[in-house]
């Protein structure tokens, strides 16, 4: 047996292929996706959360902490809850309840850029609860696109990725493992509602057509009206491609 002494998140893991720790919980978001990036992939890992992180891991669309968490952990793996873990398990009592929690990765990985994924589902929990179609009339949104749109046109990148060739690639492994931010409590639709919407004003700034480029995308898979709330993996992965092929990029 290796025992290695050290921060988890600094070190370099060895191979394994079973993971099964009792973890200090402020690190559960930047310890998952290190294990999720790391490679080759492990077979499954057990882990005691928090019960809200653990939640928020198994979340499905509808749940109250269905989240960008959830969504992008689910992506990558099954999560199952495998059992609860009340505080008065141990002595003297902590302040949170706990859960363990079983992760599993997929293989193989889904065919799609995390960077992508990551860029759209960003967006789209900014407000959960807000539609589609109001969150992408955003004036940020809108110019960060219309900027990634104009760079690939220059590029002439969009060609390659509109034949589907998008894939889990090493730089995506990257961004999963420097993904420290702390995903775990994102309360986004808590936060004050300052964002700005396009509208025709803007359109003497000759965005209103890109604008309506991102609409008709919206319209075209029926996600205008539809909440980040109550879509599946597989919604996300279809509006992911409907603005890939149409050249719109969210990285
Ligand atoms: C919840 S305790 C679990 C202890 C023991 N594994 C057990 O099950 O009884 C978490 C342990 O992780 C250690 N720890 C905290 N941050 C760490 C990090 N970044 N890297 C490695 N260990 C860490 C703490 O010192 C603590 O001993």
């Given at each position: 047996?290796?025992v290695?002494?050290?921060d988890?998140?600094?070190?370099?893991?060895?191979?394994?292929?079973?993971?099964?720790?009792?973890i200090p919980?402020?690190?559960?978001?930047?310890?998952?996706?290190?294990?999720?990036?790391?490679?080759?992939?492990?077979?499954?890992?057990?882990?005691?959360?928090?019960?809200?992180?653990?939640?928020?891991?198994?979340?499905?669309p509808?749940?109250?902490l269905?989240?960008?968490?959830?969504?992008?952990?689910?992506?990558?793996?099954?999560?199952?809850?495998?059992?609860?873990?009340?505080?008065?398990?141990f002595?003297?009592?902590?302040?949170?309840?706990?859960?363990?929690?079983?992760?599993?990765p997929?293989?193989?990985?889904?065919?799609?850029?995390?960077?992508?994924?990551?860029?759209?589902?960003?967006?789209?929990?900014n407000?959960?609860?807000?539609t589609?179609?109001?969150?992408?009339?955003?004036?940020r949104?809108?110019?960060?696109?219309?900027?990634?749109?104009?760079?690939?046109?220059?590029?002439?990148?969009?060609?390659?990725?509109?034949?589907?060739?998008?894939?889990m690639?090493?730089?995506d492994?990257?961004?999963l493992?420097?993904?420290?931010?702390?995903?775990?409590?994102?309360?986004?639709?808590?936060?004050?509602?300052?964002?700005?919407?396009m509208?025709?004003?803007?359109?003497?700034?000759?965005?209103?057509?890109?604008?309506?480029?991102?609409?008709?995308?919206?319209?075209?898979?029926?996600?205008?009206?539809?909440?980040?709330?109550?879509l599946?993996?597989?919604?996300?992965?279809?509006l992911?491609?409907?603005?890939?092929?149409?050249?719109i990029?969210f990285?």
């Amino acid at each position: 047996m290796q025992v290695i002494q050290g921060d988890v998140l600094k070190c370099d893991l060895p191979y394994f292929d079973i993971c099964v720790a009792n973890i200090p919980y402020q690190i559960s978001s930047p310890l998952t996706f290190k294990l999720l990036s790391h490679r080759p992939i492990f077979r499954c890992a057990v882990i005691m959360f928090q019960r809200e992180f653990a939640m928020r891991l198994v979340a499905q669309p509808g749940d109250t902490l269905y989240c960008r968490l959830s969504v992008n952990v689910q992506l990558l793996s099954r999560v199952s809850h495998l059992l609860k873990v009340g505080r008065n398990n141990f002595r003297p009592p902590p302040k949170v309840d706990s859960s363990v929690v079983r992760i599993e990765p997929r293989k193989p990985l889904p065919p799609v850029s995390f960077k992508e994924w990551d860029g759209l589902v960003r967006i789209c929990f900014n407000r959960k609860n807000k539609t589609l179609g109001s969150l992408f009339k955003q004036k940020r949104v809108l110019e960060l696109l219309e900027k990634n749109y104009k760079t690939m046109q220059s590029l002439q990148l969009a060609q390659e990725s509109e034949m589907g060739e998008e894939k889990m690639s090493p730089d995506d492994v990257a961004v999963l493992a420097n993904m420290v931010e702390d995903l775990s409590m994102e309360m986004s639709d808590e936060k004050e509602d300052d964002d700005m919407e396009m509208d025709d004003a803007d359109v003497a700034d000759g965005r209103a057509s890109f604008r309506e480029k991102i609409m008709g995308i919206l319209q075209q898979g029926d996600f205008a009206e539809k909440r980040s709330s109550k879509l599946s993996q597989v919604d996300f992965l279809y509006l992911l491609s409907l603005f890939n092929k149409a050249g719109i990029h969210f990285s």
